[in-house]
């Protein structure tokens, strides 16, 4: 562990993104995930990363939790 703390990624498919705005709606859902530290979220490739600090990353039900209510899921 760096002075900063670690930082770790874990990547889901969102099937469903197809724009720009898809992109947002997903990155504001999952930023409030505790222990995220960045999202990024990609309608081309269909991904969605994130950037957690700790010891477990988000998990799939985490993660479809907070997209769902906004008309995604993750896979």
């Given at each position: 562990m760096g002075l900063?703390?670690?930082?770790?990624?874990?990547e889901f498919r969102v099937p469903d993104m197809n724009c720009g705005h898809c992109e947002g709606k997903v990155t504001d859902a999952v930023k409030g995930l505790s222990g995220v530290s960045k999202v990024s979220a990609t309608s081309a490739d269909k991904k969605l990363v994130i950037e957690y600090k700790g010891e477990a990353a988000p998990d799939l039900e985490a993660v479809n939790a907070v997209l769902e209510p906004a008309g995604?899921?993750?896979e």
């Open positions: 900063f703390g670690s930082k770790q990624r874990v995604y899921h993750a």
